[in-house]
């Protein structure tokens, strides 16, 4: 492009017109084309007395005082300076945009097809992980049923001969001891032992009822009962022990036809408490002498560990 101020024009000579209009954008072209604008809108702020940062903002009539050569010399330039540089700049920014959009979406598709693939070998793994572990449960089933086997037969061989040795071991033992274990003495302590316990289990001993001098033991035994709800048929009652001194109460000894029968008042007999008259009525079990001082054992451990529970508290 030949312009007749081309020579004379500052704002060409700054940016250097130099080819024809038309050319392609070159990216050295920018600052020249940013300083060429920078001198023209620094001009027209100094012809109109504005701030070069506020030019865009010069009122439509202030304009229109400048001089018509002036004007012309403006616009000359910036015809100019789009005509070489800003319309192939803006030209290669379409040409970019249009770039951009292809390589976008040449991304999309190319993060799909990985998506897929991967898809595709988690699919491939998942198969070659299931067919692993169904070889595995086939070896695992076959090698259990082998140990399986051998250890059964190993295992019935020993345990054959084990209880041969035992029982010749036994039968020995038996036949010496025999003659001791089944002796008349034995068996009658055995018997003794029996019967004993059968007669306690139809036995019940009544602690705690005042004892008087002229009293009726099966009237106060019966009394008792009564409080309970019970009127069991009683075959022997009677005070147990020597007679002691003054205030002494002895227990009582009482007799059922039953065992049924005592456990049936031994399950009433926490009832007795909340009666007035029978609050110091205790029932219990017949119980043997070894039972007695089993019992006895407790209830004093349980005293010594509540007295040491009580010192470590104070």
């Avoid at 920078?38 to 007395?49: F, N, Q, T």
């Avoid at 004007?71 to 970019?96: F, K, Q, S």
């Avoid at 695992?140 to 037969?153: G, M, N, R």
Wanted: charged share 35%.
């Amino acid at each position: 492009m030949s312009l007749p101020f081309e020579d004379t024009s500052p704002y060409l000579r700054e940016i250097g017109i130099d080819r024809p209009s038309g050319m392609e954008f070159r990216p050295a072209d920018v600052p020249a084309v940013r300083r060429a604008m920078r001198l023209i809108r620094g001009d027209i702020a100094a012809v109109l007395k504005y701030n070069p940062d506020c030019a865009r903002d010069i009122p439509h009539e202030t304009f229109m005082k400048v001089r018509k050569e002036k004007l012309c010399e403006w616009l000359e330039n910036v015809l100019c300076i789009t005509d070489h540089y800003m319309d192939p700049i803006m030209r290669a920014a379409c040409g970019v945009a249009e770039s951009v959009g292809e390589l976008m979406a040449a991304r999309v598709a190319d993060q799909k097809t990985i998506i897929q693939l991967q898809e595709q070998v988690i699919t491939e793994k998942d198969r070659q992980l299931s067919k692993v572990q169904e070889t595995v449960k086939t070896g695992l089933k076959t090698y259990a049923s082998s140990v399986e086997q051998k250890c059964s037969e190993a295992f019935s061989c020993r345990v054959q001969e084990t209880v041969k040795s035992e029982m010749k071991s036994y039968a020995g033992i038996v036949e010496s001891k025999c003659s001791e274990v089944l002796s008349e003495k034995t068996i009658t302590a055995a018997v003794k032992s029996a019967v004993q316990a059968e007669d306690r289990s139809r036995n019940m001993i009544i602690f705690g009822c005042e004892e008087e001098s002229d009293e009726i033991v099966e009237e106060k035994v019966s009394e008792i009962f009564t409080h309970l709800g019970e009127k069991p048929p009683v075959v022997l009652c009677s005070r147990i022990g020597a007679v002691a001194r003054a205030g002494h109460r002895r227990p009582i000894k009482v007799v059922l036809r039953g065992s049924d029968q005592v456990r049936q008042i031994l399950r009433k007999a926490k009832n007795l408490k909340e009666i007035a008259s029978c609050k110091r009525v205790f029932v219990c079990p017949d119980r043997s002498v070894e039972e007695r001082l089993e019992i006895k054992k407790k209830v004093e451990e349980r005293k010594r560990q509540r007295t040491e529970t009580a010192r470590e508290i104070t």
